[in-house]
């Protein structure tokens, strides 16, 4: 069936990566701790590795910048993440909906001159394991902590985009001790729905809509999530028709269909005044994704910016001109520069 205006415009009200366009209908491996670095096929734990399932070669073949490591967590999930820099403050990158660890690497690149960076990919992800894992805010929030724990990190500022915001400030109404800041970047949980548009969201975001998201329509979610798309994003449309490749496309696709259900079913927003970190608050002012601009047509950008700013106490807003939705990679230089001035 062909993809109506009107459910475009209903999945774009999630405001996340890969997904405006996407519809064309309406147990753990390991139970040990320890981290390994995937350039090597060594582990650092002490452990027997023979049990553990043959990595998926689509998923780890992408190229990622920077070297990968994995931590199993209590759960025995294993989490792939990067870990560069050195500095007094820890910063841990949360990806959007359908994302990876690479949508930060404009980040990384310049943060990591001045503080820890670490980037991870969410279980269902990138490079983390995708069987048996359960895609959920509250859930992903806990890995997050799960891997702070791991890697002995007392503290650390939670930078989340869209749907990792939203993975973020649940992080930080868990745990607030453990979050010294918090980042967000065009997140999701401002903008709220009644339960029939939660209902049409998840009926419409499935595992199958996802894989049969055709290339055409690949290269289309992608550019609405930029204001004008950089030529150098190419290789995440690549890695995203790589991606459909894959043995583990179909547990890819579950754990995207999870991610929505789970946003609009575990909402922050009656939650938001609760929060106890200072928060940085970063809009694009071309964001073409929130709000909704079907169901919520009266609303705008900054109207959503400033609600956000106003339900979090101690918070500040910045809003970046020429910016899209993915404004940490279109305007990566305006973006440090407000997380640099912001952790002064």
Known sequence: MKVSSKTKLILA??????????????????????????????????EATAATP???????????????????????????YTDEGKGSETLIFIHGLGSYLPAWDKNVAELSQHYR????????YGKSDK????????????DVLALMDTLKIKQATLVGHSMGGQIAITAALKQPQRIKHLILAAPAGIETFTEQQK??????????SVQKTTPEQVVANFKVNFHQM????????????????????????KAVAGSVAAMVDEPVYEQLQQVQVPTLIIFGAQDALIPNRYLNPNLTTQAVAETARDRIPNSQLVVLPEAGHFLQYEQAGAFNKAIRDFLK
């Open 117 to 124: 960076c670490i980037a991870i990919d969410l279980p269902g």
């Open 230 to 253: 950089p030529a150098d994003a190419q290789y995440m449309i690549d890695d995203r028709l790589k991606m459909s490749q894959s043995a583990e496309f179909g547990a890819y696709s």
């Open 54 to 80: 043959a990595a998926d070669p689509v998923f780890e073949g992408l190229s990622y910048r920077y070297a990968v490591k994995k931590a199993t967590l209590p759960n025995g999930t294993k989490v792939a």
């Open 13 to 46: 009200s999630l405001g996340l990566l890969y997904l405006q366009t996407a519809c064309q209908s309406a147990q753990p491996a390991a139970t040990s701790t320890g981290i390994d670095k995937t350039t090597n096929t060594a582990t650092a734990s002490t």
């Open 199 to 208: 209902q049409l969201f998840k009926m419409t975001v499935t595992p199958e």
């Open 131 to 142: 069987t048996g894992i359960t895609a959920g805010m509250a859930t992903y929030a806990d």
